[in-house]
């Protein structure tokens, strides 16, 4: 099938956020309905929202410009300055949001490792402060499915509805970073409803799985919602034609969400083909994420400049450690040329 876009050399595996609008998405956002968000009239965010509160089986949902404001309004909202959060260490509101959970909401951050980023009720229920005047209080639990540290990890289901089951008896808040959950969903074959059921705020994005240029949503209930659109306001969240965005994500679910597929398929592929070669793939690839261990010092970014050398780009993602991730924009041939690149670094396809 002959591809959507533009022509190039350039094979960018540096994130999916990387994507451009399809000419199909351009159409849908040149030709969507839209008001004033702010004033809550743009029918396009409005049904956007609607859309995804009912995929997520949440009574409500809000449109917002990033992940890191979806997840930061999730914290804001459903915390107190001062209380404590736990998390995995590797998470992307501890590693990758700006120090915001400190900065924005006030809260003391718990860090637990865990292998592959999958927490265990045992873990988190030893990360809780005790019930003392000293300490701060734990307020929320936050998880975050698919795991990008971990290179695109699936948390177990089993593990989550625990952690979510014994937090709220102890009177805890669950929030659940979906970023990639729709991944998840397409690789397990849960239902997105099934995924977020145990948590009681879960953020999605549309920048990076989907391929929409702009926006991720937050559902949660209603109460929530409703504390999260005033801070959204108070952050300057607040957009006002922003319909153009939200067709952008409809057409996104529409159009691009199943043949997530093919993604699992090229990242399987692209890890396969190191089998051979002198670099690792060193975590179970459960979805888009392929991160390369490169022994030796230094050798993480020789890899790089080897890969932008030849055309393709990746990411450093600490040391020793290359990330590409297969997107939207590549075909069976782009896999295989990167397998060649990769290969000739080692001396292994020579």
Same mark, same amino acid.
């Given at each position: 099938?002959?591809?959507?876009?533009?022509?190039?050399?350039?094979?960018?595996?540096?994130?999916?956020?990387?994507?451009?609008?399809?000419? +199909?998405?351009?159409?849908?956002?040149?030709?969507?309905?839209?008001?004033?968000?702010?004033?809550?009239?743009?029918?396009?965010?409005?049904?956007?929202?609607?859309?995804?509160?009912?995929?997520?089986?949440?009574?409500?949902?809000?449109?917002?410009?990033?992940?890191?404001? +979806?997840?930061?309004?999730?914290?804001?909202?459903?915390?107190?300055?001062?209380?404590?959060?736990?998390?995995?260490?590797?998470?992307?509101?501890?590693?990758?949001?700006?120090?915001?959970?400190?900065?924005?909401?006030?809260?003391?951050?718990?860090?637990?490792?865990?292998?592959?980023?999958?927490?265990?009720?045992?873990?988190?229920?030893?990360?809780?402060?005790?019930?003392?005047?000293?300490?701060?209080?734990?307020?929320?639990?936050?998880?975050?499915?698919?795991?990008?540290?971990?290179?695109?990890?699936?948390?177990?289901?089993?593990?989550?509805?625990?952690?979510?089951?014994?937090?709220?008896?102890?009177?805890?808040?669950?929030?659940?970073?979906?970023?990639?959950?729709?991944?998840?969903?397409?690789?397990?074959?849960?239902?997105?409803?099934?995924?977020?059921?145990?948590?009681?705020?879960?953020?999605?994005?549309?920048?990076?799985?989907?391929?929409?240029?702009?926006?991720?949503?937050?559902?949660?209930?209603?109460?929530?919602?409703?504390?999260?659109?005033?801070?959204?306001?108070?952050?300057?969240?607040?957009?006002?034609?922003?319909?153009?965005?939200?067709?952008?994500?409809?057409?996104?679910?529409?159009?691009?969400?199943?043949?997530?597929?093919?993604?699992?398929?090229?990242?399987?592929?692209?890890?396969?083909?190191?089998?051979?070669?002198?670099?690792?793939?060193?975590?179970?690839?459960?979805?888009?994420?392929?991160?390369?261990?490169?022994?030796?010092?230094?050798?993480?970014?020789?890899?790089?400049?080897?890969?932008?050398?030849?055309?393709?780009?990746?990411?450093?993602?600490?040391?020793?450690?290359?990330?590409?991730?297969?997107?939207?924009?590549?075909?069976?041939?782009?896999?295989?040329?990167?397998?060649?690149?990769?290969?000739?670094?080692?001396?292994?396809?020579?």
């Amino acid at each position: 099938m002959a591809s959507s876009f533009p022509s190039t050399d350039l094979i960018d595996m540096r994130s999916d956020t990387v994507t451009r609008p399809t000419e +199909g998405m351009l159409r849908a956002m040149v030709q969507a309905e839209v008001g004033d968000d702010v004033f809550g009239d743009d029918p396009t965010v409005n049904r956007l929202q609607t859309v995804v509160a009912e995929m997520l089986g949440k009574e409500a949902a809000l449109f917002v410009p990033s992940g890191t404001m +979806g997840n930061q309004l999730a914290l804001r909202a459903q915390t107190r300055p001062g209380d404590q959060i736990v998390l995995e260490d590797g998470a992307h509101i501890y590693r990758y949001e700006a120090g915001a959970p400190a900065a924005l909401c006030g809260l003391l951050v718990t860090c637990i490792t865990a292998p592959g980023g999958l927490l265990d009720w045992p873990q988190v229920e030893a990360a809780l402060n005790p019930d003392n005047v000293h300490c701060a209080i734990p307020a929320m639990v936050s998880l975050e499915n698919t795991h990008n540290q971990a290179g695109g990890r699936i948390l177990p289901q089993a593990n989550v509805e625990q952690i979510a089951r014994e937090s709220h008896s102890r009177g805890l808040r669950v929030h659940l970073d979906g970023a990639r959950l729709w991944h998840a969903h397409v690789a397990t074959g849960l239902s997105l409803a099934e995924l977020a059921a145990p948590a009681d705020s879960v953020s999605v994005c549309f920048s990076k799985a989907l391929g929409a240029p702009v926006g991720s949503v937050l559902a949660a209930d209603a109460a929530t919602i409703t504390k999260a659109h005033r801070f959204r306001k108070m952050w300057g969240g607040g957009m006002r034609q922003a319909g153009i965005l939200a067709a952008a994500c409809l057409y996104a679910l529409d159009h691009h969400l199943e043949r997530l597929a093919v993604d699992h398929e090229h990242a399987r592929m692209l890890a396969s083909g190191l089998d051979h070669t002198g670099l690792k793939v060193n975590h179970p690839v459960d979805t888009n994420i392929v991160i390369i261990d490169v022994a030796g010092q230094g050798r993480d970014e020789a890899l790089l400049g080897h890969l932008e050398s030849r055309g393709v780009l990746g990411v450093g993602f600490g040391p020793g450690r290359v990330r590409l991730i297969p997107h939207l924009e590549h075909e069976d041939a782009d896999i295989e040329r990167v397998v060649q690149v990769l290969n000739s670094f080692t001396g292994a396809g020579s």
